[in-house]
């Protein structure tokens, strides 16, 4: 288990993934779940932009295989 989804519902850590997705809102401690989902931000940021170059990549080229198309300084996609 990651605990990327990990909730503080009263004063006990529970996981979105194994004991929700649905909880009593009025219990949730969103000031510690908004705090949490904010450590992802530029990961997610980064992931997208990483999304979007690829599937732009994919939009021109998609009659050539990407490697020859898309390929990245460092010879990594």
């Known amino acids: 288990m990651c605990g990327g989804c990990r909730v503080l519902i009263g004063s006990k850590s ?5 004991d929700g997705p649905e909880f009593d809102a009025h219990r949730v401690n ?3 779940l908004i705090q ?3 450590m992802y931000r530029e990961a997610e940021r980064k992931s997208m932009a990483e999304f979007k170059r690829e599937t732009e990549c ?4 998609s009659h050539q295989p990407l490697d020859d198309v898309c390929a990245v300084p460092g010879g990594r996609r």
């Open 14 to 18: 529970e996981f979105a993934c194994v």
């Open 30 to 32: 969103f000031d510690v």
């Open 36 to 38: 949490r989902n904010a």
């Open 58 to 61: 994919r939009r021109q080229a």
